[in-house]
């Protein structure tokens, strides 16, 4: 049967990781202007939280260096988007999943009026997109809330970020509306769990009481954030729509042991808890119940109940880059994945990161997640991080990306072929850009490769991979030729 006409082929970048030009064009200090490249760190230790502290905030915040702090420097794609949206187009893009900035329109998130120059900035860039036929999937919060609010009240925690958050994507619907009709509120929403700093601006030395208390009510003003930005952009643009997005940690049990059965079922309850109230507009009771047990109050005041409940979002969207197993044994081996630790399946080949790779999981993620909610559903990250050679004619071989793609396209087909209602797949990321856990560049996830290394030396040259042509060999054929 294969996937259906009108299916949305393309990429997906996040601001904080491309764009550079940290403090260019008025733009404020964020989160991840803060995150450090360590050389000498294991790159499998990127997987647990790395603690940020007011000392190592303020070390950074003095330092003006881009080699050690690449997140300020990206791949500059504020400078390249035209010369990249190019080659995206020469691929066949219809879609590509990019993020605003909170603090390039806001700097300090605080501001009353949004900084023109940063509107001028995205107007150009889902402008040029609309002229090369590309379809712009907009993130509002990728993993870089304002730097200010996190040293001010620890960002998300305070409720008043919810008023702030309203203001920035008002002022994103209003300006950049009559272009973009595709939105994700919160990239990944659950990561504040493991990783409360860079998803919700929450220095741990900072928080009142324990730290999980917190991540669960940034949590919660971040899901009372995403109804109202959907009510708002229902209201101001009936025919857009509002997305949410998860990520997708597919976990089976290590065994069959009932016990390790059961820790599965729990860890999953959790896992869902944020596209149950996204999507299915209320907090599950046996979740609510399962926080209670950890000592865990969600905050809600009046009102909070009747927003989740009337504005879910339009659709689920999704990250999806390995699966994981859970076991109870305190000796079972444990292997990282996307910002997450989980007991290594013996049956499943591993990346250099310790990723393991599991296509068959992504067609088993699709159908729970729309045999669950019965709502589109939007693949907008999948990909494989390697080391890349350029050989001595400047080439790059990628047989391995070729090979990780094939076998997941194929499944995912196979779950559109079951039922699954699929909208599109936005590979993370079409060219290589600094990585969100380890802040490399080394470990490249492109189909474009970027004369850069893991310091910023290099050219900034785009060069196509073998896996360029393949992909763009895919996309004419809207995913019949593999081969």
Sequence with gaps: MGLPDGFLWGGALAANQAEGAWNEGGRGPAVSDVAKYRPHVDPREYAVHHQHTLESIAAAMADDDIAYYPKRRGIDFYHRYREDLALFAEMGFSVLRVSIAWSRLYPTGEELEPNEEGIAFYLDLFSEMRRLGIRPLVTLSHYDPPLALALKNNAWVDRGTIALFERFSRTCFERFGHLVDLWLSFNEIDGIIRHPFTSGGIIDETVEGSLEQACYTALHHQFVASASVTRMLHEMWPESEMGCMLTMLTTYPNTCHPDDVAATQAKERLLYLCTDVQAGGAYPRLALKALEVKGIAIPFVDGDVELLREH??????????????ESVRPDAERTPGNTVLGVKNPFLPSSEWGWQIDPVGLRI?????????????????????????LTEDGRIHDPYRIDYFRSHFAEMIRAVDEGVELRGYTSWAPIDIISASSSQISKRYGFIHVDQDDLGNGTGERRRKDSFFWYQKV?????????
């Design 312 to 325: 879910p979002v339009d659709y689920i969207s999704f990250s999806y880059y390995m699966t994981l197993t």
């Design 365 to 389: 993620s699709l159908i729970d997640l729309y045999d669950r909610y019965g709502k589109p559903l939007f693949i907008v990250e999948n990909g494989l991080g390697m080391r890349d050679e």
């Design 475 to 483: 996309i004419a054929s809207n995913g019949a030729d593999l081969a």
